[in-house]
């Protein structure tokens, strides 16, 4: 069972509650007002093909079913939202799952209609409901996407950004078919109010959003290691947000290298990348949707080194959401709506909250540690994805039965050496870090005392070497004056054999 079923077993098991219907129909009459009152509620989960007792019945043509229903929910439901319907097959049935959060354009209406939720119940507003949801819309402070874009108009859009856009394939048809013209289709995507063009919009379109907004460039950096005096690799980006994330998934992909495996089917080499281009991709999407763009002082920054690949961005995760439900795919709560709708209707975007699952599921299929998620709030959302660990043994795609076959050109290539070639002066470093040191330690334990030639000699050739013997503590900030270095898990063992051969 797949763990997605197995969570669905898990919600079957709950019965309905607050965040929780089933239905056994998935017609657009029974479906929509449910969806819509748990926009304007707390969001939730709506089973298609389940009676009240939660027995699965199953649906029929599951996946035509779907394409159908998701098409009508988002032509009948304003303002635009963005919520996510999939197949599951659970007990040789297929259901429906409608993935609905929390909405931040309260009130929503199905049909002109307005419904909530009240504990197990969906029922229309009363007029007193409505009045109180508009008058909490009215007081809340209108989202930065949501916001004037100053001094841009239709000249500083990009013509290329906007065709793409407007031609895609989940275009809603009233957008593709308006004949009020350009800026009318914008403001049916919540782009454009009162002929003026909003941030979204210039985030998503504009052809150069960092003359207004220097939040919106993206830095991206490939290095050996932080403490080097050049990168090997960088790029800041500005443009059309589709077309940066495009050079993005290009910058990572050209600086990792690839990595050899072979098929214990036939015993062929593949070179695969590094890192699975599915979960590159979903991490910088997510890293573009979910972002702080209120943060004038944030951003998006993209890192790859011989040891990692780190996206960062501006921002917390939303209330209520840590690392735990993050690598669960929790139902996602939207901070910027509007872009993410632009993401979706692109196909940049699929199912809420699945981005997270499918990278865990893309680095474990290519064998690769677990990706982790750091999440602070003056610090912003970090994602690492980390490269093969290095161990003594060949990788995991070469079986024992193909081992003796490899010949000892070809090994180098599959499982790097467990001791690296080090020059005498690194070697008397390893030998001489002791749990974690400052520079200022090590250079003293050398009995060396010209620092410029330790930093040369011994310290950064030692941070160079890959794979990685010796780390910063604080590798984020290499020039912190709390600075310190320590052995890796290899580096330990290369001292242990530096040790053995200077004793024997």
């Known amino acids: 069972m797949s763990k997605t079923a197995a969570q669905l077993k898990q919600l079957l098991s709950l019965g309905e509650n607050q965040t929780l219907e089933y239905l056994t129909s998935c017609e657009l009459k029974h479906c929509g007002p449910q969806v819509c009152a748990f926009l304007n509620t707390q969001g939730g989960y709506l089973l298609c093909g389940v009676d009240d007792k939660g027995q699965i019945k199953g649906v029929e043509h599951a996946v035509q079913v779907a394409e159908q229903l998701e098409s009508q929910l988002k032509s009948a439901i304003q303002p635009p939202v963005l919520f996510s319907i999939e197949v ?25 209609d307005i419904y909530i939720r009240a504990g197990e119940q969906t029922k229309k507003a009363d007029v007193d409901t409505i009045r109180d949801m508009v008058m909490r819309k009215q007081v809340e402070p209108t989202r930065w996407e949501r916001l004037f874009s100053s001094e841009l108009d239709e ?10 856009l ?24 919540s782009l454009a109010k009162y002929g003026r063009l909003t941030n979204a919009a210039d985030v998503l ?60 089917a036939n015993n062929q080499r593949e070179d695969i990348p590094m890192y699975p281009e599915q979960a590159v991709r979903e991490a910088i999407v997510n890293a573009f949707a979910h972002r702080d763009y209120s943060n004038f002082a944030g951003g998006i920054k993209v890192e790859v080194s011989p040891v990692h690949l780190k996206i960062w961005n501006a921002g917390a995760f939303p209330q209520g959401i840590d690392e735990n439900k993050i690598r669960q795919g929790h139902i996602s709560v939207l901070r910027n709506p509007d872009i993410a709708h632009g993401l979706y209707l692109q196909g940049y975007m699929e199912k809420l909250g699945r981005g997270s699952v499918v990278i865990q599921e893309a680095c474990t299929e290519a064998g690769l540690p677990e990706p982790k998620w750091h999440s602070d709030s003056t610090s912003g959302v970090t994602l690492t994805l980390f490269a093969p660990e290095v161990t003594p043994e060949v990788t995991p795609e070469v079986t024992p039965e193909v081992t003796p076959e490899v010949t000892p050109e070809v090994t180098p290539e599959v499982t790097p050496e467990v001791t690296p070639e080090v020059t005498p002066e690194v070697a008397k470093l390893l030998l001489a870090i002791k749990g974690e040191q400052s520079r200022m330690e090590l250079q003293d ?60």
């Open 88 to 112: 599951q097959e659970v007990e040789n049935k297929q259901l429906l799952i409608v993935e609905v959060p929390a909405g931040k354009d309260i009130p929503y209406a199905f049909n002109s």
């Open 155 to 164: 000249q500083g859009l990009s013509t290329s950004a906007c065709n793409k």
């Open 166 to 189: 407007l031609s895609a394939k989940r275009i809603p048809k009233e957008v593709a078919q308006a004949e009020q013209g350009f800026l009318h289709q914008l403001q049916l995507l």
């Open 205 to 264: 379109l504009a052809s150069a959003p960092g003359k207004r907004h220097p939040q919106a460039r993206v830095r991206a950096v490939c290095y050996r290691h932080k403490a080097d005096d050049e990168y090997q690799d960088l790029q800041h980006l500005d443009g059309p947000m589709a077309d940066v994330i495009e050079q993005l998934i290009t910058f990572v992909m050209r600086n990792t290298p690839s990595r050899a495996r072979f098929s214990s």
């Open 445 to 504: 334990s050398l009995t060396l005392k010209d620092a410029e030639h330790f930093r040369k000699n011994y310290l950064k050739p030692a941070l160079e070497i890959t794979p990685v013997l010796v780390e910063m503590t604080i590798p984020d900030k290499p020039t912190s004056r709390n600075q310190k270095y320590r052995l890796t898990a290899l580096g330990l063992q290369v001292k242990q054999q530096l040790s053995d051969k200077k004793t024997s």
